[in-house]
């Protein structure tokens, strides 16, 4: 239930200023190397997500849940602990994005669950919440 209700505050905040023509969202000032390894992360993410609905919408429910727990879900965290501090997005970051993107894991690992039990109406109705961190982050926060 947190999730999705950050994510509505979060929009709502974003939507109001959507109209302005200005770009409103909060600069995450990233060092140079972490935010290199941010969008290589965001671009891996995309092609997971990619993944997970063709899986779906084939009806390879279980195998959407495992590709969801490990490319997004809380067991994809700490990849980046063995790279130089400067390489490292999380530290770096201000600490409500961190917390969106921790909101995520905690999401994807819930898709997971679901999709586990090859359920496939309860996984379909559970697809957004794979999204919801992200569009909530991208709303929000910028790197450039």
Known sequence: MKAPLLFSLTLLVATVHAGD???TRQLASLPPAAEATLRTEMRGKLLALNEILGLVASGKIKEAG???EQELGISAMGRHRGL???SRPGPHM???MHSIGMDGHRAASEFARIAASG???KTIAALP???SGCVACHYVYRLR
């Open 129 to 131: 919440s794979l999204t």
């Open 21 to 23: 023509g200005d770009d």
């Open 84 to 86: 130089p501090f400067e």
């Open 66 to 68: 495992k590709i969801a």
């Open 119 to 121: 359920d496939r109406d």
């Open 94 to 96: 201000p600490p409500a």
